[in-house]
C-alpha cells in the first residue's frame, strides 16, 4: 500500500506539517474537519465549506445511523453523493454520541446497548456493526469504536476498565476491518483510539498498544470531556515524542484556537469539533487573538467594521459588517449563522495554514 502520511517537514521538537493521502485526495497537515454531524456542515454549501480551506468535513455515524439509516445512504451512492461533496470525509465511530446523549447507555463486552432518540427502540452498537456502518457510508477515514467515559470524578477503575476494553474492541474492529474490504481496490485508513484518562502511564500504554496494532491512523479520544485545558496539555506533551512518524495522529473533538495551537505544538496532524460553527450560529465568533465576539452585544450597534479587520474569508473580506450581522441575528435570520460560521472556519484554517508556512500563525498583524 502507498503511504499513507508524508511528513514534509519538522517546525519544531513535534509540531510538523505533511500530506495524508487518502483515497478521495490529499490532505495538507496540519488541519481542522468541521463537523458535519448529519452529512453537512449546519447552514453552509459544500463551495462555501472548500472556501474557508476546509479539506475534509467529519459526519457522525451515531446521528447518520438514527437517521436516515446507513443502508438509505448506500443505496444512493454513498455519503460523498448523498451529501454532494467533494474532498475527503471522516466518520466517527458512534462511541461519543452514544455515551454523551443517552445516559443510561449500557455497556457490555458485546458493545452498547441505546435508547432510539426517535423511536424509543432499544439499539446496539458493537466493534462490528459500527465498521459495518462507517463503510456503508462511504467515509474515507474511519475510527475504531472505543469505550469512552467522562474525565469529571471518574474512579481510576473505571478509567482501567474502559481502557482494557477499548483494546479487546480495536482487535475486533481490524478483524471486521479486513473482513469488509480485503476485496477493495481503493480502502478507507482505519484509526485506532488511544484512551486512559488523565493516567499518563496508561496513555502511553494505550498508545503502545494501538500503535503495534495493524492500524493506519491514530487518534486520540477521551479527551475535552470535562478536563482542563492544563490536563489535555499534559496528556498531549507526554505522547508527543512516541508517535510513529508514518502515521496521522487525530485529536478527536478539539476544539478552540487555544487546544489547535497546544494539540499542533505536541506533534497532533487533525482535528474536529463541532465547536466553531455552533458557537457562529449563537452569534459568537473568534477575531484577532482569539478575542471572543458577541455580535448581538448592543456596542455593535453602529459597528461598521467586519468581524476581523484584514481576515480574507468570504464575510470579513467582503465587508459585512458587525451591524449588519449583529442586526441579522436580532432578525432571526440563518444568513447570519452562515457568514459567522465562514469567518469561524477560515479562522482555524489560518492557524492551520500558519503552521504549514513555518510562520507565528493565526494573527494578523
Ligand atoms: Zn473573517
Redesign the pocket.
Known sequence: MAPIFTESKKIDTYARTGVLHTRAGDVLTPTFMPDGTRGAVKGLTPQQVINTGVEVVLANTYHLHLNPGEQIIKKLGGLHKFANRRGPMLTDSGGFQVFSLDSHAKVTEEGVRFKDPINGDIRMITPEKSMQIQLDLGADMIVAFDHLIGLKDAKPEDVKDAFDRTHRWLERCIVEFKRLTNSMKDRPLLFGVVQGGLDIQLRKKSLGIIQASDVDGIAIGGLSVGETREEMAIVLEALAPLYDPERPRFLLGVGTPEDLRIAVENGIDMLDCVLPTRNARHSSVWGTNDVRITLTNEKYKEDKD???VG???Y???NGFSRAFLRHQFKSGDPLAGTLAS??NL??MMRICEGYRLFTAPATIS
Open positions: 467586519p468581524i476581523e481576515c480574507d474569508c464575510t470579513s473580506a465562514i469567518h477560515r479562522y
